[in-house]
């Protein structure tokens, strides 16, 4: 007998009939002879429909009444799960995060998980019941609601299989699982069995749903994952720290993004502390920076790139141009029709080769390289926005990724 | 500086408009130098909602699941007013029942207050906030989430008010206050300044919406209480033990029932035991009986006449007729086209004459009386429903209701 963590995505619960075949899937799992817990979100829009209602009452709602208003989303799921199970009949209690023993500490609205006692949890898993605990929500020192902002469902999942000693946190949603590329760029894309964390972090953030502090917690806590639809009965992909020797060293798929702009300033003064001076006032502003890039030093000028989401383009070039004028850099120019394409595999960086082989299948095909950064797992460059989609079935096409088992 | 809670009913805070105006409220209470702790109900036809939604998850949803979904209502409208509050701005905090110290005991759906706990409620109102409690919820023994029952949220504002000491308890609803008569049926119906609790309690119970509940506990707490509109700015009635002595022994309204049904036993043989009899199924059946009147024993048998719901005629005479002819009963008969009609005063019974004066009315009007109850306050007659209407207005204008300060 296993202790499964399984969570539930809001698509996965919009309607009464979901509902009931999520009440199914999990009285399934019990039947096996497993213990679940089953971790809910909010059905379908309820969060943004709450959110609605708050703004007619006043545009910028404050923290903590903010999060009593959206945790009630998840009471109400979760309350409807355990009731479509006990018609099964499958014996369940829905307990919010306060009763799972889930604290939280930091902001309202941003929570994090500061603990977990799930001696509730774990007494009702004794007498025999499936529990149903509220997503996105914890309580704070004071006693108040606390949500746990983006991803946050997640978070609560992984967190009580770590706090659990659970075998397995499934996490079901619309996807079949994590694929080699979107299909809906790449028809060939081949949906993975298996990844390692890493992995999963460089593919979450590039487009999949999932929040990378989720898989980093799953990481930390060695909780293995499974990403699987609540739609069908396919198998979804396994997340773990070890994945079979003999697909290490590949690359496993090809990620992009569209929401990308490029800054750059040019002609900086190459002196220690530019860099500093650049971007300590952007993070005042809340500009998020993504890739910097600083090409080397030229007549003891270089020109510094970064690239930031286009949505903050104007407001980053507002707290740069000040800034270029005082540190007497030549000019700002900007460039908002970027995109983002990355190939992601564990141990590239060790297997010679593969950075090579993406710029040639780039070139081969008129794609133009704006910026180039890589990681320990992943090799990403800026293209322009329009060859984006090019560029991903190209490279899905250069590394034979629609092959099981493939590319070197 | 006074304490005062005020609470809130559905249709008072129905949208996002309405909301606003009760924040408004609520503020000009608080900037007047008074404390004040606001008990919501769910906002217009959320508990409906949710009902319904449960429903097509199961026809009959258990009572601990059911309590959980149904007291996010409550949750939703709290916070929401508490945002209003802040927007104002008014300083306030929304509480659960829980946080509120609102201690439930007995039964899911139907859960009695059996104590309140109000340090959070306290320590909030030091530190200047007007403090948003959720209506109809408490905290089990269990730590569960349980619903108080109809009328709940009036329950929740009286025991605070108790518990917290405070000045008066003010219940804002979709009416003005109490009329001497429903204003719907008698034209120069009049607004009563005020009433004692055991009056409140006659009238509420014969119309009005409040449930006696709530008056039976601020009568036993001497809560003194307001019912007010809160679309309004006119008084209201208030309610409290000791009213003026000169509007005592008065009859202070006429109020009436349409859903009335009679059912007679007839010639039962007049032995003791033989009302134990009948009444028990009854009562195992869940039929509710109001009225009984048995005549006085001829040739030792008598007629047994009670009233029920009409909704509960059916299911009380499956049970009747096989007792009545157990115990040898000539027959049953049963009249579901009633209604009841009643004046209600303090002190009628020590002051003769008032029942006379009703069937005399009554009679001169043409209108037949199937039965007769009295209480302390209260006297009663069934007539023919076709004629309840005319019966109201005949005894508002025979005992010059519509006159301030009326009548003996």
Chains 1, 2 share one sequence.
């Not at 990378?212 to 499974?226: G, H, K, Q, T």
């Not at 993004?257 to 750059?264: E, G, P, Q, S, Y």
């Amino acid at each position: 007998m296993a202790l499964i963590v399984q969570k539930y995505g809001g698509s996965s619960l919009a309607d009464a009939e979901r509902i009931q075949a999520v009440a199914r899937r999990i009285a399934a799992t019990q039947t096996r002879g497993d213990q679940v817990v089953a971790v809910c979100s909010a059905m379908g829009d309820a969060t943004d429909d709450l959110l609605a209602l708050a703004r007619k009452i006043m545009p910028h709602p404050e923290g903590r009444e903010l999060d009593v208003l959206l945790s009630t989303g998840e009471m109400v799921s979760c309350a409807l799960v355990a009731m479509a199970l006990n018609a099964v009949p499958c014996p369940a209690v829905s307990l919010t995060g306060q009763q799972a023993g889930i604290q939280a500490g930091g902001f309202f609205g941003k929570g994090l998980i500061a603990a977990i006692e799930p001696q509730r949890v774990l007494k009702e898993l004794e007498a025999g019941r499936v529990v149903v605990v509220a997503g996105f929500q914890g309580v704070s020192e004071d006693m108040d609601v606390m949500t746990l902002g983006r991803g946050g469902s997640d978070v609560t999942a992984v967190a009580l299989a770590a706090a659990l000693k659970a075998e397995r946190c499934e996490i079901y949603t619309d996807v079949a699982g994590i694929y080699t590329a979107d299909p809906r760029v790449v028809p060939e894309a081949r949906k993975l069995p298996e990844l390692d964390y890493e992995e999963m972090l460089e593919l979450a953030a590039y487009g999949a749903k999932m929040q990378p502090r989720s898989i980093e917690l799953a990481e930390l806590y060695n909780v293995p994952m499974l990403v699987a639809s609540s739609f069908t009965d396919t198998p979804g992909t396994a997340i773990r720290r070890e994945v079979s020797m003999e697909v290490r060293e590949r690359v496993r798929g090809v990620v992009y993004d569209l929401n990308v702009a490029k800054i750059t300033v040019q002609s900086v003064p190459d002196r220690p502390g530019v860099a500093a001076t650049l971007f300590e006032p952007l993070a005042a502003a809340g500009v998020s920076v993504d890739t910097i890039v600083q090409n080397a030093s030229i007549d003891r000028t270089t020109d510094l790139s970064f690239t930031v989401a286009r949505t903050d383009v104007r407001r980053a070039l507002e707290v740069v141009k000040p800034v270029a004028e005082r540190i007497h850099a030549r000019g700002v120019t900007s460039n908002d029709a970027l995109g983002k394409v990355s190939i992601v595999g564990t141990g590239m960086q060790f297997a010679p080769g593969y950075a090579a082989r993406m710029f040639r299948t780039l070139a081969d095909a008129g794609v133009n390289i704006e910026m180039i950064t890589t990681s320990e797992i992943r090799i990403t460059c800026i293209v322009n926005e329009a060859q984006v989609h090019e560029a991903v079935r190209t490279l899905h096409r250069a590394f034979r990724l629609e092959a099981s088992g493939a590319s070197k």
